[in-house]
């Protein structure tokens, strides 16, 4: 999504009056977080714009230390001096420095419990908290995501475990020569390899009894994009939504079919009004939605990506899920063919409301059992189950690509939250209104786009 026109740019001509100090902190969430807010092109440019930039080293990172110090960085683990702490995942509460500007995905707003404490610490140590998340434009689209990488990442993922799913289902089909995703150095070297895939696949060697294939993607953003981006590398054809039981009852087998489903595809109006998008962004309870009766009936894989938040309708509830596969097996003798859920958003119990914990990239997949609402850590038995993989840091597994594609987006902000003056109140600050829009707390106070949270603990 590129920046609105509201929005201020910087060129490299552009001072700040004083020396702002930008650090990137190192990750330690996971071993698996390679990523870094910014890449050393980023770093250099910044430099050059008179900004001292303080890098905590990491062997873990996607990009060298020597190669942020080369372009003029700072190398210290101690980075009390900055203005502003850059990050991608969630600080450990231990780690954090009292009246700081810190940028990074918090993972709080909305309301998450497992970061409840880390948002008290927050508050009590006066950090004033940008959330990555909350940079979005005046029509809530993201201006600072690592989106398309989540959306390829989770894709290459998804072909790699279907193919092992219906292996253990009794199908042996092409999906099972994948990998995941970061056994791959690029997205293009993936994509390489699913080609031959897509080979075997025109050869007609999916069993017939499994096909058609029909995969449904949620949402038109980043998430969608990238994860289409993978699907067409595949021999494939786009159908509309209300098309899918013709497709279901005359696909063939040379190719995988797609549908791109929106709100107005599967969202109705409570009262049997025509939907309008206004009339949602509005009043978002008095629609339901009725995917599970529409869409789901004739899904193979749902990758979903649709943004989600607290009082919007859910794409599909448990007890939807229960009623879609009443006779799950033997496979494919259902009315319903859902074989895969590849939650991308890792919303836990939002849009998909079974969808209950999220998985990681040491264990992407788990088995979730509709009727019995359980979940399986087998899931390449031949049990009854939707395979569902909900891994929430998946641009983790393409990392030099990740860090490359949301520095690009990040650093035309930079500028505006270095100009922010802790001393001086919010509403007087000189900042751009996607900037204040992302602010969560100041001053020891969630402000008042966020003073909703106190409700959600």
């Given at each position: ?320 899920a229960n009623t879609l596969l009443p006779n799950f097996f033997p496979l494919m003798k259902s009315d319903s063919q859902l074989l895969a ?35 399986t850590r087998n899931p390449f038995s031949a049990e009854q189950g939707i395979l569902m993989t909900t891994v929430d840091n998946l641009p ?62």
């Amino acid at each position: 999504m590129m920046l609105h026109h509201s929005r201020r740019f910087f060129t490299s001509s552009t001072r700040l009056c004083s020396s702002p100090i930008l650090a990137i902190r190192k990750e330690d969430k996971s071993m698996w977080e390679r990523r870094a807010p910014l890449s050393p092109r980023h770093v250099e440019s910044l430099v050059k714009q008179g900004i001292k930039v303080l890098v905590q080293p990491s062997t873990h990172r996607v990009y060298p230390m020597s190669e942020y110090v080369k372009v003029g960085a700072e190398e210290t683990s101690n980075i009390e001096k900055a203005d502003v702490i850059l990050g991608v995942k969630e600080v450990p509460i231990a780690s954090l420095i009292p009246k700081k500007i810190y940028v990074f995905f918090s993972h709080t707003i909305k309301g998450q419990k497992h970061n409840m404490p880390l948002l008290d610490e927050i508050l009590s140590k006066n950090i004033c908290l940008i959330d990555y998340e909350r940079l979005v434009s005046n029509k809530e689209q993201r201006l600072v995501a690592f989106g398309k990488y989540a959306g390829i990442a989770g894709m290459i993922n998804v072909l790699s475990g279907l193919g092992t799913r219906l292996l253990a289902l009794g199908y042996h089909t092409p999906f099972i020569y994948g990998a995941p995703a970061h056994n791959y150095p690029s997205s293009s070297a993936a994509k390489k390899a699913l080609k031959t895939i897509g080979n075997h696949i025109q050869d007609g060697v999916l069993p017939k009894g499994i096909c058609p294939l029909i995969f449904t993607f949620t949402g038109s953003g980043n998430v969608s994009q990238g994860a289409q981006e993978v699907f067409q590398v595949l021999p494939h054809e786009y159908v509309s939504p209300n098309d899918l039981m013709d497709v279901k009852r005359t696909g063939g087998n040379r190719k995988l079919y797609a549908t791109v489903v929106h709100r107005e595809n599967y969202l109705v109006r409570k009262d049997g009004k025509p939907y309008n998008e206004q009339h949602f962004l509005e009043h978002p309870t008095l629609y339901r939605s009725n995917f599970a009766e529409k869409i789901a009936p004739f899904t193979t894989c749902l990758v979903n990506g649709v943004f989600w938040k607290p009082g919007n309708p859910r794409l599909m509830t448990k007890q939807d899920a229960n009623t879609l596969l009443p006779n799950f097996f033997p496979l494919m003798k259902s009315d319903s063919q859902l074989l895969a859920v590849c939650d991308i958003s890792a919303d836990i119990e939002g849009s998909l409301e079974f969808s209950s914990e999220c998985t990681t990239i040491d264990e992407p997949f788990v088995l979730y059992n509709p009727h019995l609402e359980r979940v399986t850590r087998n899931p390449f038995s031949a049990e009854q189950g939707i395979l569902m993989t909900t891994v929430d840091n998946l641009p983790a597994q393409l990392p030099g690509e990740a860090t490359d594609y949301f520095g690009s987006c990040l650093k035309p902000f930079l500028l505006d939250f270095l100009s922010i003056n802790l001393d001086l109140p919010l509403e007087s600050q000189n900042i751009d209104e996607a900037t204040l829009r992302a602010i969560v707390t100041y001053n020891g106070s969630l402000t008042a786009n966020y003073k909703y949270i106190e409700s959600l603990k």
